[in-house]
């Protein structure tokens, strides 16, 4: 049999099964069948519900109960954090809900050592320790590769799993910097319902519900829902989105589960692209770029017709099949439908009247600068198109077992996957080419949100090229008591790519003809990873691990001539760390060591520039991090992560590298040396609760720039907080975003900066049923 039948017979099996299932769920809700009774149940029926009560509340700890966790899915199976040697951040539900983070991206800002690059095309790439996260894949949803650009909502999700450190042995391909897992809601058995409305500043308004539903003994149902509005979100870009999820789960806790979801969400924001650099005179160097002074965090210098839309469409089925207390097998197949339609404007400083045309080979004076910048001075907007589909097609069987050999305690880890991504990506006609040319109007610094527009709905698109990668990896890992105390941890995968690119160019002034380019590249690869764990008590557990990692050139869906015959970068993750609890447990303290390598990076060959890339590269990054999590005392609790990277340097690369952070002794880009996020809330009364935080990153340049390099500013972001509980079914709440209305650099990149969001003010309403 081939892989394609294969592959087309598990999925058709996997299907009819859950169909199968979901029907004799329909069933049980129509004639709900009493628990098994424990042999030793009496005969009151309230002696015989304790155990269910009691079932449920150790198999599902819920996010929104506290901001410390203890287990994590994460790693592969459901394992305890102190058994995982390797650092894992866990923003919760709670956490979430209290500082109103409605995207991933705020999540993600509010843990340390993330960074965020305004990339091309809107394709804002998230950075951790330095290294690449959204662009090589590396976001997952419930375990699976969730890798398309689109702007992801929190709305269903019960928390967000932040794993640092090279985790290709776990993953897959990607994972240098670490992975980033959302973690949904799921059904469980016990009847809740919320409604939750926020009102705020620019109009914003957002109404979520979550309701969950038993239905049957072992069969439960889980819908929430999120519409969300605004006229700005604080750094000048509109929000309209709203989104659903539906689950039902089934013989939940059983040797068979088996769960069905869908998830929607769309997208039709706005999108601000960004706003350039200036220098201090016209004399001055890039080194003393910055940025633009004065302006109100809001302010957009877009047209109003740009705009950010998106959608994705995701449905899976999943079953578990348990063997017993210590052993089971998880299954999920998942379809993945994504849209994306960017229409932005790139701002840039606009001549003055009067300068000469640029003579080719000549650099021409800044435009603009901190001596001369004024109301009036121009801005200029560019064309920026990003339109896209992709499909997924995802297979995905996980085992974890606990038993017991020669003579030690095991947990074995064992798995594999199966992916197909389809991508195609299209591009806007110019009127020379059987389209339309559309000129954007100018604009200037004294005149933000003026209201200009062109007509975006005219635009004749094309096919630009198609991505189709199919990927194929198993894994296993084994975790080994040998002594009291001590374990040791050892897994290896391995991994298979085959990915076929095709570029479709038209000449510049005609419609036809098509001159098709292809490229194709196939990549085996493995993975590994080796821990030691020390736990010499229940309340400590100490870890050293080492683990590799791979990017292959087609993580971004595409090859050109050169990255289609590059052999993929290789990355190793050295860590030292510890887990700590306090003696009552409420209080989890994590510390790390790091230090990552990216062992070849791509550079450009002198040799055959015009066939290959050279593995030429090497660069580090080096430091020490913190998480601590949970309650100081009975009404203070608290979060902090805090990561501090001294040592971050380019050691080689090729002669022909002139881009600042790819030399060598270059400080890589987006890496501040200091970056974290803290956040404390204390129960004045048993009605009140007030809180605060504080975000902050150090100086930190863009990544790729030619010499010389600028930094952007460091910055300190302040929030508030404080909840009023009338009773157990309404909760007041009040939050006040950026208090200060600090002006910073949120994400960067060579050409350009966008700000992060001004100050907000957010009413919350929640009401349980």
Do not use: C
Request: cysteine-free; charged content about 20%.
């Amino acid at each position: 049999m081939n892989p394609i039948e294969m592959k087309q017979r598990l999925i058709a099996g996997a299907v009819a099964t859950a169909l199968q299932t979901l029907a004799a769920a329909g069933s049980h809700a129509q004639a709900p069948q009493p628990a098994p009774r424990p042999s030793n149940a009496s005969d009151n029926p309230e002696t015989t519900l304790k155990p269910v009560v009691v079932k449920e509340k150790a198999e599902a700890p819920l996010g929104k109960d506290a901001v410390q966790a203890t287990t994590t899915t994460s790693a592969k199976g459901n394992q305890p954090l102190r058994d995982v040697p390797q650092s894992i951040t866990v923003v919760t539900e709670k956490l979430i809900n209290e500082r109103n983070l409605d995207t991933v991206k705020d999540v993600l800002h509010n843990t340390a050592g993330v960074t965020f690059q305004a990339a091309e095309g809107g394709e804002e790439d998230i950075r951790l320790r330095g290294f690449s996260l959204a662009t090589t894949g590396d976001i997952y949803l419930d375990g699976m590769r969730d890798a398309a650009f689109y702007d992801r909502d929190t709305f269903n999700l019960d928390r967000l799993d932040l794993l640092r450190g090279s985790a290709s042995m776990l993953f897959g391909r990607g994972s240098t910097g670490g992975v980033a897992n959302q973690v949904s809601k799921a059904p469980h058995r016990l009847d809740e319902r919320s409604l939750s409305l926020t009102l705020g500043s620019y109009a914003y308004r957002r109404v979520t519900a979550d309701i969950n539903q038993r239905v049957a003994e072992d069969t439960a149902v889980r819908v929430t829902a999120m519409h969300t509005k605004a006229d700005n979100n604080g750094a000048g870009s509109s929000i309209d989105k709203q989104g659903i999820a539906a689950a039902i789960r089934h013989g939940i806790g059983e040797r068979d589960e088996f769960q069905a979801s869908v998830f929607y969400l769309d997208n039709n924001n706005g999108i601000n692209y960004g706003l350039p650099w200036i220098r201090p005179t016209a004399a001055a160097t890039s080194a003393g770029n910055t940025i633009i002074p004065g302006l109100d965090p809001q302010a957009y210098y877009g047209l109003a017709s740009d705009y950010n839309a998106g959608k994705a469409t995701v449905a899976t089925l999943s079953h578990i099949h348990r063997f017993g207390s210590d052993t089971e097998v998880k299954t999920q197949l998942r379809q993945g439908a994504y849209k994306r339609d960017l229409r932005a404007s790139a701002i840039r400083f606009a001549p003055p009247p009067g300068t000469p045309p640029a003579t080719p080979g000549v650099p021409q004076p800044p435009f603009a600068t901190l001596a001369n910048l004024a109301g009036t001075t121009g801005l200029t907007r560019g064309t920026n198109l990003k339109i896209q589909d992709l499909d997924t097609t995802q297979l995905q069987s996980d085992l974890s077992s606990k038993f017991a050999a020669f003579g030690m305690k095991h947990h074995l880890l064992a798995g594999f996957d199966f992916a197909r991504d389809d991508r195609t990506v299209f591009a806007a006609r110019s009127a020379a080419q059987g389209g339309v040319t559309l000129a954007k109007p100018t604009t200037a610094i004294g005149t933000p949100d003026d209201g200009a527009s062109v007509d975006e709905a005219t635009r004749v698109l094309r096919v630009g090229n198609d991505f189709v990668a199919k990927a194929w990896g198993a894994y296993a890992q084994d975790t080994v008591e040998f002594a009291s105390a001590w374990k040791f941890v050892g897994g290896l995968r391995y991994d298979n790519l085959d990915g076929r690119y095709n570029n479709y160019a038209i000449p510049t002034a005609a419609a036809e003809p098509t001159t098709t380019t292809s490229y194709r590249q196939k990549i085996s690869k493995f993975s590994h990873r080796v821990g030691l764990l020390f736990q010499p008590s229940e309340l400590q557990s100490y870890h050293f691990s080492y683990g590799s990692s791979f990017n292959t050139s087609g993580d971004t869906y595409s090859y050109n001539a050169l990255s289609a015959n590059t052999p993929p970068e290789s990355s190793v993750n050295f860590e030292l760390g510890a887990r700590l609890e306090s003696a009552n447990k409420q209080l989890s303290t994590r510390v790390a060591l790091f230090h990552a390598v990216k062992k070849n990076e791509r550079n450009l060959d002198p040799d055959t520039a015009a066939t290959r890339l050279l593995l030429s590269g090497r660069r580090h990054s080096s430091g020490a991090e913190i998480d601590i999590a949970g309650r100081i005392e009975k009404d203070w609790e608290v979060f902090l992560s805090y990561v501090w990277t001294p040592n971050a340097r380019v050691d080689e690369a090729a002669s022909t590298v002139t881009t600042v952070g790819n030399r060598v002794g270059d400080r890589p880009g987006l890496s501040p040396k200091h970056s974290g996020a803290i956040w404390t809330t204390y129960q004045l009364t048993p009605k009140l609760r007030l809180g605060g935080g504080v975000n902050f990153r150090s100086r930190q340049a863009p990544a790729d720039v030619t010499a010389p390099s600028w930094e952007a500013p460091s910055y300190a972001t302040l929030d508030l907080f404080s909840e009023y509980k009338f009773d157990d079914r309404f909760t007041l709440k009040a939050n006040v975003v950026n208090a200060t209305n600090k002006y910073y650099a949120d994400a960067l990149y060579r050409g350009h900066y966008v700000p992060g969001a001004g100050r907000l003010l957010q009413l919350n309403l929640n009401m349980g049923f």
